[in-house]
Structures are given as C-alpha cells and as structure tokens.
C-alpha cells in the first residue's frame, strides 16, 4: 500500500534526463511605474529524487522561485524545465505545490480536501478512496476525515494541504514554507514527516524556508539566497544519509553547516533590512 | 441549557412578552381597538382573511412580482459584480454611485417606468430591481475581493479551467458573501414593491393594505399587515440561518 502515494517510480527512468527540473538564467521582475527586479538570474539543476532546501533573507524572491518553477509565474527571462520540457504558461503534470498560507478549501471536509484534485482529474472513485484513506493515515487525519478545516489547528489544517497535493502523487514537491506558521517543536516533527514522505514517495523536493535548521536538518543541498533580487550565494551538500530524522539536530556536523548558512544569511539579511555588514 | 439555547429562549421571552403585553393594552381598553387590534384579533384576522381566498389573487401578484424582481437582481447582481471586480478602472469610477444608490428615491421613476413599459405589473418589478440590484452586485465584489488569492492558485496547481475554477473554488469561497447579498436583495424588493403598490399600483398586498387603511377596515388592515410581517420574517430568516451556516463554516481559527 505504501504506493499509494509513489509517483517517481511509474517513470521511465531510464530515458530521464540528468537534471529532474532546471532553472536556467532565470529572472523574475514586476513590472510598473518603478519596476521590482525579484529573482535572479538563477541557474538550478535539481536531481532526480534530491532533497532541495533554500533559505534567504525576506523578500529576496524564495516564493517567486517556487512560482516560476511551478508554472505560476513566467519568467521575465531565462528557460525553466520539468522532466526535459519547458514549463510554460499553466502547472504541468507531475508538479505538486504546498503553500505557505492555509489553503485549504473551508467549505470542503479534510476528506473532500484530499480528494479535491484526483475527482477533478477524474481518477476511479475507488482508487480515490485508496488513496484519500492512505493518505490521511499517512498524515495522522484518521480522526478528522469528517471535520472541517476551521475545527483543526493551523498544523493539522497544513497536513491536509500537503495531503491534498501528495495523493496526486507529484514527481516534483514545491513547498513554500509549509511550516512556517507554526510552532518549533511542531516543526521539527512536521520535518520528519517530510523526510518519511520524501523516502516514501520518491519525489524530488524543492523546500522554501526561513528556518537554517529546518534546512539543515533535512536537505541533500541547501542553496542560500542574496537580497532582493534573490541569486545563490552559496550552495552547500549537506552529506547526510537517506534515512535521517529531527534527532541530527545532535550532530557535530549540523552546526557546521547552520553556521555556514548563517554567515551568508547574516549579512544578507543585513542587506535587506537596509544595514550594511559590519 | 447551552448558550445559544438561552440566546434563542430569551428572543422568543421577548417577542412572547411584547405580544402578550400589547394584548393586555387592547384588551384592557388602554389602547384603543380603533387605532390597534390585539394581536390575537389580527390573527383571526389574518387566518379568516386567507381562507376566504378574497386576497389570493393580490398574494399572487406580489409573490410574483417579488420573485421576478428578486431572480433578476440576482441574476444581473451577481454578474455586475463579477464584471466591476474584473475591471477595477470601471470599479473606481463607478464607486461613488455604488456607495450612495439607497439615497435615490427609485420611486420617483414610476411614471417614467410606467410609460416605458405600461400599466402592469413590471415598472414595479423594475423598482424592486433597481432596489435590490445594487446590494448583489456589492455583496458579490465583497464576496470575490475576499477570494484568498492562494485557493486559486491551488485551482492553477490541479490545472482547473476558468470555468472550473468559478465554480468549484471562487463561488464556494464567495458563497457567505453572496447569500448576504441575496438576503438584502429579497429584503429590498419585497419592501419597495410592497411600498409601490400602497402608493402607486390598483393590485397586490400593499395595494390592499391601502384600500383597507382608506374604507377603515381594520381587520382586513391588520391581518394583511400581520401576514406581510410574517411572511418577510420567515422569508429573511431562513435566509440569514442558511449564511449564518456558510460563516460559521468559513470563519477561519
């Protein structure tokens, strides 16, 4: 059953090519009477099955990044791929986003929520059922199926977003900042269960976060991001093994890279706030 | 008891308590049955007046005529909203008169709407449009500027078609804010066609209302009165039930 949730292994891997989803001298700027260059240029190659984790000062464009990837936003410039296809214009298939803010539909119980996208897509009522079920197992919902979002927690309310995008079973993850509204110990357990998904699903991850330790503790590589407009200042390997969980926060090599991380989110953060390096 | 138990114990001790009061003023002789009947007369009243099947007809007629003017608005609300929230230039210039339309007087227009459409039952259907309109259309900009930007991007995301994404995420979304704008607009046209037809029409409840009012029939007067009262009540709150449950359920922790 564990399946149910799996979607990079009913991909022919064989004929893949090298990057799962790429960026490529990709910008972003808004236009208007004063123009906002938000993002870039980036380049990014995300390997199939990575765990990918940027963090950056606010408002140096880590949710434009997760817009642009997804078919969101068009780029202003610059080449955005997903599984050797460009990506333009709508979401394509085998991308799934978690938003930073609820977003869940308040009208709709946790178990309509979750099966929003696979009755619009059409898929057998049974095979819903399947899946819906696993994944509110998966997710610790079993004794909420029938609630509303407004009678769950913020935590809960954001598990069911990330059920809702996980029963597509998407080959690609975005999520943008999924925890950030919640509390640290919340966090962390909520990590973990991003790691057991992770492992679960297959899926190549791209993670949006303010959290140096959530970053940390959960990548493969972690990028880290300039002030407005957002480009990678650093990109780090983190070196851990597939199977790890929230109890690395323990590990010598943890502070190692928090600590990296910091010293260039220091003084970007500085940047952005409008302060200058000391 | 729950709260809102002695919430609706109290409601009802208060509407019992008023009656019973009024009773007691008419019965007593300290108002005079001249100038009101005890409630309990304008029952019987009412209930004699509606099984004589006298007033049937006017019942029809104002029924309908509401009904016409309601669905219109409704109808014609609901996508003069969408299109302003569509065209927020258009919204802006159009803002002012939008924030003062219940200051027009639409009655002044009836010889207008007379001429226009003759005398039947329509230049009314049209006051009671115009009144109500106006509330739809402002509920449903409300409804759709409080749409979180974020569940159409989850629409976008699941690859949902712009029709698709109407009705399935925004009109669900908006469903509070749009049953506020069609209890307003069952309110408006009810009062402004009943309010026609007591000034301005020879048919209907209000028309009837008047005629009672003039021959000093105060039985027909009072029971038609109650039964308007009545019915807008029950109308109103089956209405405001229904977008309480739509609030309650959207109300974000």
């Known amino acids: 059953m564990a ?7 009913a991909l022919p891997g064989a004929a893949a090519p090298a990057a799962h989803a790429s960026l490529r001298g990709v910008t972003r700027v808004y236009p208007g009477a004063a123009p906002v260059h938000a993002l870039g240029p980036i380049d990014l190659d995300l390997a199939r099955g990575e765990f990918f984790s940027v963090v950056g000062p606010s408002g140096c464009g880590k949710s434009t990044l997760i817009d642009v990837q997804a078919g969101l936003a068009a780029p202003s410039a610059g080449e955005v791929m997903f599984e050797g296809k460009p990506v333009a214009g709508k979401v394509p298939d085998g991308i799934g986003v978690v938003f930073q803010e609820d977003a869940s539909f308040p009208w709709l119980t946790v178990t309509d929520n979750i099966a929003f996208g696979l009755r619009r897509a059409g898929v057998d009522p049974a095979e819903v059922r399947r899946r819906v079920e696993y994944a509110i197992g998966f ?12 009678q769950l927690s913020g935590g809960m309310r954001q598990r069911v977003c990330i059920a809702r995008t996980l029963v597509l079973q998407p080959r690609l993850i975005l999520l943008d900042e999924p925890f950030g509204a919640l509390d640290q110990q919340t966090r962390l357990l909520m990590g973990d269960e991003l790691l057991r998904l992770w492992r679960e699903t297959r899926a190549t991850v791209l993670l949006i976060t303010h959290a140096l330790d959530e970053a940390a503790m959960l990548s493969d590589r972690v990028g880290a991001m300039s002030a407005r407009p957002g480009r990678f200042v650093d990109l780090l390997k983190t070196g851990w093994p597939r199977e790890r969980d929230s109890s690395l926060v323990a590990e010598a090599g943890f502070g190692a890279i928090t600590a990296r991380l910091w010293s260039h989110l220091r003084a970007e953060s500085l940047k952005a706030m409008g302060g200058a390096p000391p | 008891m729950s709260r809102g138990r002695a919430v609706l114990a109290s409601r009802v001790g208060l509407i019992v308590g008023s009656i019973a009061l009024l009773e007691i003023l008419c019965r007593t002789g300290v108002i005079n049955p001249l100038t009101l009947l005890a409630p309990s007369q304008m029952a019987v009243a009412m209930v004699d007046l509606l099984a004589s099947g006298k007033v049937t007809p006017d019942i029809e007629r104002t029924f309908s005529t509401v009904a016409i003017a309601f669905a219109l608005s409704v109808v014609v609300g609901t996508a003069a909203g969408a299109v302003l929230h569509a065209m927020p230039r258009l919204r802006r210039a159009l803002d002012p008169l939008l924030a003062s339309y219940y200051a027009v007087p639409f009655f002044v227009f009836y010889p207008v709407l007379v001429a226009f459409f003759g005398l039947n039952e329509m230049p009314l259907v049209a006051i009671g449009f115009a009144a109500a309109m106006v509330a739809m259309a402002i509920s449903t900009l409300n409804g759709l500027d409080r ?22 995420v925004v009109v669900p979304a908006a469903a509070a804010s749009l049953m506020t704008g069609m209890k307003l607009a069952l309110a408006y046209a009810f009062i402004s066609i009943i309010a026609g037809e007591f000034i301005l029409s020879g048919r209907g409840l209000g028309y009837q209302i008047a005629y009672a009012y003039n021959s000093f029939d105060n039985k027909t007067m009072y029971g038609l009165m109650l039964f308007v009262l009545l019915v807008a009540t029950a109308m109103n709150s089956l209405l405001h039930m229904w977008e309480q449950r739509l609030l309650r359920r959207r109300a974000r922790a």
């Open chain 1, 3 to 9: 399946d149910a949730l799996a979607g990079a292994a």
């Open chain 1, 139 to 150: 997710m610790g919902l079993r004794d909420f199926a029938r609630a509303y979002p407004v």
């Open chain 2, 147 to 168: 749409v979180p930007p974020v569940l159409i991007k989850v629409a976008r995301m699941h690859r949902l078609g712009r029709l698709r994404t109407l009705f399935l």
